[in-house]
């Protein structure tokens, strides 16, 4: 690292990993921090994922306060102008110290000149703080898309499904810092003692609503550097993704087929509601990713039970001379916009596009996934997504052409408000204070 003697470190390593994403694509949660100090690698990955949620908004105030064409700005001084606003809008810091920081840091890594244009921005922007433009695009979607920070064609969607009102909180939610889950592994302790843990160590937490075995903290650091994660004694999990092992409803002696399983946190739930009992197959096609099933298996103290087998689930390797299943989880690889509150960079990542190509191996893994349940046994379908071609309508299209299938309600296995019409379990962030995520229970009819 230079030596820079005025510019904080946080703000030096939210530059250069800013600068290296834009360049080579890395993604926002591996940075390269080589920082011992805790709080400024913690404060700098905050302002790496923030500037990332917020770069459409930031770039729109930015562009409306600079003469020339935004876009061609050389890519160091955008950085750094979108790291300045993003602390002057979105932190505590006082602003005139944070402007005078990244004046500096300009200066440093550009040339003295660029000092001046950073510090005339962001100024001007710091005087109209109180009465930001707002763009008037004359499309409503383009204008809450930028007003929100999301690219327009996810608006466009969720504006035709959900309205206006729900949409904004939606996109709110979006935007907010996350909650996180923390799941306790009860073949290993307790939630009292996690919780006396987590008072020990100052980390505020609440009971989740729907589930006994978890609770809500949003810090996470003090659990990524303390023993819990070590020990096995907790797993970081949305609550949604412990729903629906709730779901699959896995019981001792079973025999489970996990078709996607890869890192294996849904792997691990299931073991730990089996007692121990029983035997999981987890499936992967990425091999490296099974190696994380197979280091949580053990971590958790579940490595006997869970086997794995790195295959494409379309076509698994002998699966003539396979054992059927008593319950087989197919967790789709989705588009994930049920997460973008805790995947920063995910929403700019992901292309319309993307949707027809998911939907189609989707489809692909279901109608694989059938011959694999014994009859009266159960396939459970699911995602990380809130729209509806990956979820209902791919379910609905899977019994239309499989009627050896049935859907069998979710109900008095999750919280009542969880369950649709149908008897599905779907969520959705704004409403339900989760991830959004959706799960279909699958009985094949015997005889
Ligand atoms: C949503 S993630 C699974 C998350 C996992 N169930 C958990 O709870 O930790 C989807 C997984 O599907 C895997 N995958 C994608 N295509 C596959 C295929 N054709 N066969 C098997 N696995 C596949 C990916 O490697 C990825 O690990």
Redesign the pocket.
């Known amino acids: 690292m230079k030596d820079l003697t005025t510019v904080s470190p946080s703000r030096f390593h939210a530059f250069q990993n800013l600068e290296r994403i834009d360049t080579t694509d890395a993604f926002v949660g591996r940075l390269q921090i080589d920082e011992a100090d805790q709080r400024e690698r913690r404060q700098a990955r905050e302002l790496v994922a923030g500037v990332t949620r917020w770069q459409r908004r930031l770039d729109f105030l930015l562009s409306e306060f600079y003469n020339g064409d935004f876009e061609d700005m050389e890519l160091r001084l955008q950085v750094i102008l979108r790291l300045g606003l993003y602390e002057i809008l979105y932190q505590d810091t006082p602003p005139h110290a944070a402007v005078d920081q990244y004046v500096e840091l300009a200066k440093e890594v550009i040339r003295p000149g660029a000092g001046g244009l950073t510090n005339g921005i962001l100024r001007a922007i710091l005087r109209k703080k109180d009465a930001l433009p707002q763009p008037r695009t004359g499309d409503t979607a383009e204008d809450l898309a930028i007003r929100h920070s999301h690219p327009t064609w996810m608006v466009r969607r969720w504006l035709d499904r959900f309205g206006d009102i729900d949409t904004a909180a939606l996109l709110t939610w979006n935007n907010q810092r996350p909650m996180f889950g923390l799941r306790v592994n009860t073949a290993k302790t307790t939630v009292e003692d996690v919780t006396a843990w987590l008072d020990e160590n100052e980390v505020a937490w609440t009971p989740s609503p729907y589930l006994k075995d978890v609770v809500r903290v949003q810090r996470l650091q003090p659990i990524i550097h303390g023993s819990l994660l070590d020990e096995g004694k907790v797993a970081i ?1 949305d609550e949604s ?1 412990s729903l629906i092992v709730r779901c699959l409803d896995p019981q001792p002696g079973e025999t489970i087929f ?10 691990i739930y299931a073991a730990q509601r089996m007692h121990g009992e029983g035997r999981i197959i987890a ?4 091999e490296g ?1 099974l190696g994380l099933v197979k280091e949580a298996a053990e971590t958790h103290g579940f490595g006997d039970l869970i086997w794995r087998q790195p ?4 076509d698994l390797p002998g699966r003539d001379d396979l054992p059927t299943a008593d319950r087989v ?1 197919l ?4 588009s994930g916009l049920g997460v973008l509150s805790k995947r920063a960079d995910l929403r700019w990542q992901r292309k319309e596009s993307d949707l027809e190509e998911l939907t189609q ?1 989707q489809a692909e ?1 279901l109608d694989a996934a059938a011959d694999l349940v014994r009859p009266g046994g159960v396939l459970v379908y699911s ?2 997504t809130i729209e509806p071609e990956e979820n209902e309508a791919q379910v609905d299209r899977f019994l239309a052409e499989h009627e050896d299938f049935e859907l069998e309600s979710v109900e008095g296995l999750i919280a009542d408000e969880l369950v649709t019409s149908d008897g599905a379990f779907a969520s959705l962030p704004h409403r339900d204070a989760i991830d959004g995520a959706y799960c279909a229970r699958l009985r094949r009819v015997e005889g």
């Open positions: 999990q993704a996990d078709l996607c399983s890869a890192p294996g946190g849904k792997t499936f992967d096609i990425h990713r295959a494409d689930a379309r989880l967790d789709a690889p989705c191996l893994l995602t990380c």
